[in-house]
Structures are given as structure tokens and as C-alpha cells.
């Protein structure tokens, strides 16, 4: 096999017409770039109950449950209720309630748990309501209870759970 010799010859530009060429070359390069998208702001992340075993009777909320914190613009007086708070009714019912999320104007969503209370077995129900000044107020739950609690200046909350004409008063704090 017999190779010929090639009749294409390469021929390097003078030394002055390659660097305006490269400049050239490099500036389009740069101008088709895009700029990077700005980085967006994280979004809140939801803080889940500790899901530690609890006792028998006790007031016990589903690992599911997620408190969203407060947006910009919520007032700070409404601010304070968002949270997981617990306590006793009586002082020995355990019950839970979390403030899951709240409006500007002061509606909530919650979850209440309560534990063995008289002749009713543990349990947790969701619900809605309000905050008036210093007291937030679920409409009534499922279960047919009725669940009040009032912000204290120390920073706890003194929680009301009315059902079946028998009421209970407990003291709770963030937990």
C-alpha cells in the first residue's frame, strides 16, 4: 500500500491577525453566557414533635403533625401561641396542643391531643380558631370538646378543655 503525499498544506496566520481573532472569539463567548438565576430565599421548614414513646394515658400527637412557622407581617402578639405546648389538666391529664399555623388576622389551625380524662380514652383531634387579645380559641373539636387558652405574661399559655359539661384547667408550656 502506497501513500501519497497530500496536496493540503496549512498555512499558521501572522502572528499580529490571531490575537484580535481570539479576542473576538473570547468576548462572544463570554456575551452568550447567561447570568446564574438568584439563589430563591429557603422556605420555612416545619418543626415536627419530638417523638418520644409516651406512657400509657398520655397525650400523645402524631409524628405527621407540623408547626409552620409564622410568616413576615404575623403580629408578635399572635406569633407567641404558634407552637407545640404541653401541660396537665388539673394537674393529672395530659394533653397537648399544637398551634400548627397562623394568620395575619389572628386564625389558627391546631391539633389537640389529651390523654385518659375521667372515662375518655386518649385521643387527638384537629381544629380551627382564633386569637382574641391573649386568648386563642378553637371552635369545637370533633370529640365535642371545647379547648381555650389563654397567653400568660410568663410565657405559658393556661389551657380550658370543656367536655360533656365537665371543664379542666391546666397550665402549659412550649415544649
Known sequence: MAFKRSSVRFRLAPPNSLFPTLGFAAFML???????????????????????????????????????????????????????????????????????TISRGGNVTATYAWGDIADNKPGVADGEGKIFGNTLKLRRLPNGGDVSAVMQADGTLTVTYGLADLTYTGTFTKQ
Open 30 to 100: 463570554v456575551a452568550c453566557q447567561s447570568a446564574p438565576e438568584p439563589t430563591p430565599a429557603p422556605e420555612p421548614q416545619p418543626i415536627a414533635p419530638a417523638t418520644a414513646s409516651a406512657p400509657d394515658g398520655a397525650a400523645v400527637l402524631d409524628p405527621s403533625v407540623r408547626v409552620m412557622p409564622p410568616g413576615e407581617g404575623i403580629p408578635a402578639k399572635y406569633v407567641a401561641f404558634s407552637g407545640i405546648w404541653g401541660g396537665r389538666l388539673d394537674g393529672m391529664y395530659d394533653g397537648k396542643l399544637a398551634v400548627l
